[in-house]
C-alpha cells in the first residue's frame, strides 16, 4: 500500500514536471519571434503559389539559394498573365539604356514619375526598392538568354512627349521571359505541380505552416508560403466588388487570375490597399478589329463630340472613356481604309455587311446612325481636321500622328473599354511579409507580384510597371523567406 502511495507521488511529480514543460513550450509557440517546431516533416524549404513571372522568379532565387522549392500552378501551362504580356520591364539607369546611348536616366527620376503618376497612394518604400533593384533584375534575365536589347527599348507612360525611352522589349514577348524563367526553374530541381490549385491556407499557432490543395497533392507544408498568384483580372465578381469602374470592360486576361491569393490571404486575416483600379486598355466591338481600335484615329463619344487626345497613352485613354460611359467611335474614311491590308478592309466589309458598323456617303448619315443630329459630327471632323492642318492639337499632345477624315464612304467602328487585369491587393511589408488587418505581419506568409497592391496607384503608369514589380517583389520574397530560415 506504502509503496502504492509512494509510487503515486513519483507519478504526480512526474505529471507536474511534464505538464510545466508543455505549458513552458506552449508560451514559445505563441510567440511570433520563435520558430514553431511542428511535429511533422515539411515537405518542402518553400511552396510558391502560382507558376506566373513572379512566381518562377521567386521559385529560382529560392532554390538558387539551396532551398527545397515546391512550386503550384492551377492551369495546365505556366505563365499566367506575365505569358500574354508582351514582356516589357520597365526601369532607368539600366545596361540596356546604355547600349544605346541613354545615360542620364536615373532610378530617381523613374522613382518620381511612378509617385506621380500613382498619386502618391502608391507605396514608398516598394517604388523605391523596385526602381533601385530592377536595373540588375534586367541584368538576370538577359545572363539567363532572354533578349532584352537596345533596339527595343521604347516610351510608354502619361506624358509620352516627354519620357526618356525605358521601357524595356523583349524579342519574344511575355512567351519568350516565361520560357526562359521556367527553363531556369527546371535546371535548378523546382518541383514543378501543374493543374494543381491552392485552395486554403493551414495556419498553426499563428503562423502560416501550409496550403491545402486541389490535384496531384492536397495538402502541402514548408517554412514559408509565397503567395504569387497574380490579380483578379479574370474575376467578374471581384471586378464588381472592387473596381466597378470596369464592370463592363472587355477582359484580356489569364483565365487563371481569379484572385485566389486574394481572398486565400483575406481569410486569415489579411489586409487590402488600393483597390478601385485595373489596368484601362481599350478594344474593337468588332472582333479582328483590335488593332485598328489602337490606332490614333478620330475618336467621338454616342453625341458625335471629341473627347479625347487619340495619341494618349492606353490607360489615360481608358480613363476618358470611363467618363463617355465605356463605348465609343472611331471615325474612318476612304483613305484611311484604303491604308489598310486586305484583311483588315475585308473583316470591315463583313462587319458592314451584318450591320456591326456603319458606313455611310456623308458624315450627316453617319450622325444620323448615333441618333444625333448629323450637323455635330460634321462639325466635329471639321474642327478635328483643322487641329490636323495646324499641327496643334487643342485636347493635348501635338497633332503630328493624326491623320484627317475627308473623303467618303465614311465608317464608325464601335471601341469598347478593357482592361490588362487588376491593380490593388494584398499590404507586405519591406520583407514582403504579408501584413494583418492589425498591422502585424502574417508569419510564415509572403506575397509577390500583382497580388499585391502597394506599387500601383489607380491609373497604370506605362507598360513594363508590373513586370518590374513581379521581378523585384519575387526576388524580395525569396531573399527574407530564406533570411528568416538561416538559408
Ligand atoms: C495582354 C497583356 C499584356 C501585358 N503586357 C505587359 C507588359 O508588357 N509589361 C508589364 O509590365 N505588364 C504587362 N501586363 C500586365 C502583367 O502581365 C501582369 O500584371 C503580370 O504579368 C502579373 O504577373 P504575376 O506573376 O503577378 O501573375 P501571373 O503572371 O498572372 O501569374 C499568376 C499565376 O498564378 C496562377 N494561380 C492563380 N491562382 C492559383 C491557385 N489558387 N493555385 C495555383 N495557381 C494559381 C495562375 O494560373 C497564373 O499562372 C500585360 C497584361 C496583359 C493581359
Not at 509617385?115 to 526598392?129: A, D, E, L, Q, Y
Not at 533578349?147 to 527599348?153: A, I, M, S, V
Not at 525605358?166 to 516565361?178: F, N, W
Not at 510564415?444 to 500601383?456: C, D, N, P, R, T
Request: some cysteine; charged content about 20%.
Amino acid at each position: 500500500m506504502q509503496e502504492i502511495t509512494g509510487n503515486r507521488t513519483i507519478w504526480l511529480l512526474l505529471t507536474l514536471l511534464l505538464l510545466s514543460g508543455w505549458l513552458f513550450l506552449a508560451g514559445c509557440e505563441n510567440n511570433n519571434d520563435e520558430i514553431v517546431e511542428v511535429d511533422r516533416n515539411n515537405d518542402a524549404d518553400v511552396v510558391v503559389i502560382g507558376g506566373g513571372g513572379a512566381g518562377l522568379t521567386a521559385a529560382i532565387e529560392a532554390a538558387d539559394r539551396g532551398a527545397d522549392v515546391i512550386l503550384l500552378e492551377k492551369m495546365s501551362f505556366l505563365g499566367g498573365e506575365t505569358l500574354i504580356s508582351a514582356g516589357i520591364v520597365h526601369g532607368a539607369g539600366t545596361s540596356v539604356q546604355k547600349e544605346k546611348g541613354i545615360t542620364d536616366d536615373t532610378w530617381a527620376d523613374l522613382y518620381k514619375y511612378w509617385r506621380r503618376t500613382g498619386i502618391f497612394h502608391n507605396n514608398s518604400w516598394i517604388i523605391s526598392v523596385v526602381t533601385q533593384r530592377v536595373p540588375e533584375r534586367i541584368d538576370w534575365l538577359r545572363e539567363m538568354g532572354a533578349q532584352y536589347e537596345p533596339d527595343y527599348l521604347s516610351v510608354s507612360g502619361w506624358d509620352m512627349d516627354n519620357l526618356p525611352m525605358r521601357a524595356h522589349g523583349i524579342a519574344g514577348g511575355g512567351s519568350e521571359l516565361i520560357e526562359v524563367l521556367s527553363n531556369r526553374a527546371k535546371e535548378l530541381g523546382v518541383t514543378i505541380y501543374m493543374e494543381t490549385k491552392a485552395t486554403e491556407l493551414i495556419e498553426e499557432n499563428g503562423r502560416i505552416v501550409g496550403v491545402r490543395t486541389e490535384g496531384e497533392v492536397t495538402e502541402l507544408y514548408a517554412e514559408a508560403i509565397i503567395i504569387a498568384t497574380g490579380g483578379f483580372g479574370a474575376s467578374q465578381e471581384k471586378i464588381d466588388k472592387y473596381a466597378p469602374r470596369f464592370t463592363d470592360a472587355v477582359p484580356i486576361t489569364a483565365s487563371g487570375v481569379t484572385g485566389d491569393g486574394l481572398r486565400m490571404a483575406q481569410e486569415v486575416g489579411a489586409k487590402i490597399e488600393n483597390m478601385g483600379g485595373m489596368i484601362g486598355y481599350r478594344t474593337s466591338g468588332v472582333s479582328g478589329l483590335a488593332g485598328l481600335a489602337m490606332r490614333p484615329i478620330l475618336y467621338v463619344n454616342t453625341e458625335g463630340k471629341r473627347f479625347v487626345d487619340e495619341t494618349a497613352f492606353y490607360a489615360l485613354m481608358a480613363e476618358a472613356m470611363i467618363k463617355q460611359g465605356g463605348t465609343v467611335y472611331q471615325i474612318l474614311d476612304k483613305k484611311i481604309y484604303e491604308g489598310l491590308s486586305e484583311d483588315v478592309q475585308k473583316t470591315i466589309d463583313d462587319a458592314v455587311e451584318n450591320e456591326q458598323m456603319p458606313r455611310k456617303e456623308s458624315l450627316q448619315e453617319l450622325g444620323e446612325f448615333f441618333d444625333i443630329p448629323g450637323h455635330i459630327l460634321e462639325e466635329t471632323v471639321a474642327e478635328y481636321n483643322k487641329s490636323v492642318a495646324e499641327g496643334l492639337c487643342p485636347l493635348g499632345r501635338s497633332a503630328d500622328t493624326l491623320v484627317k477624315v475627308e473623303e467618303p464612304p465614311f465608317f464608325a467602328l464601335p471601341v469598347k473599354l478593357a482592361h490588362l487585369g487588376s491593380m490593388g491587393g494584398l499590404v507586405i511589408n519591406e520583407k514582403t511579409e504579408v501584413i494583418s488587418e492589425t498591422g502585424e505581419p502574417i508569419p510564415g506568409l509572403y506575397a509577390a507580384g500583382s497580388v499585391i497592391g502597394g506599387f500601383l496607384g489607380y491609373v497604370y503608369p506605362g507598360s513594363g510597371a508590373a513586370i518590374a514589380n513581379l521581378l523585384v517583389t519575387g526576388t524580395l520574397a525569396a531573399e527574407s523567406a530564406l533570411d528568416f530560415m538561416g538559408k
